[in-house]
């Protein structure tokens, strides 16, 4: 197996621990379930730190296809590194490269439904605070709005 199939297939795997890691963590935000949220944190930090190693292994599969070629790694894509290569194996990686990239924009499409999820339960979490201490929320709230009523100044014109 080529080196590239093997990257592919390591960005695949580390891709598909990612998706469960943020489903998994999706679900626990909707339970309430912090111990789990903040374990599924840990995972996400964890599969990161094996991603920017994989980005390291991307690099230099470029750089050497680059090299190979005379070209600039960063003009180089995936049709670039598959020339002259079998033709079962094109297919393969090309097959591989599209299940990453939806991989990809499903892990961020849920990585983002779970910051929104978050940013509701701390919402409810600041505002129950508030509520329990007595404390009133002044000025303006997030949303723009005044919290606490304001008195009007009427100024007459004429005088």
Not at 58 to 72: I, P
Not at 110 to 115: A, G, K, L, V, W
Request: aromatic share 2%.
């Amino acid at each position: 197996m080529s080196a590239l199939i093997e990257h592919l297939a390591r960005q695949l795997g580390s891709s598909r621990r990612m998706l469960e890691i943020v489903i998994t963590q999706r679900d626990a935000i909707r339970r309430q379930d912090v111990e789990t949220v903040l374990a599924s944190l840990a995972e996400v930090q964890a599969e990161m730190g094996y991603r920017a190693r994989l980005e390291q292994e991307r690099d230099s599969l470029l750089a050497a296809a680059a090299d190979e070629r005379g070209a600039a790694p960063d003009t180089l894509d995936l049709e670039d590194l598959l020339a002259g290569r079998p033709a079962a194996e094109c297919m393969q990686a090309r097959t591989m490269s599209a299940e990453l990239r939806g991989l990809i924009v499903e892990v961020g499409r849920i990585h983002d439904q779970n910051r929104i999820l978050i940013r509701q339960e701390l919402t409810f979490l600041d505002h129950l605070m508030r509520v329990l201490s007595g404390t009133p929320q002044g000025g303006y709230s997030a949303s723009g709005w005044l919290s606490v009523p304001q008195v009007a100044t009427v100024v007459d014109a004429k005088a």
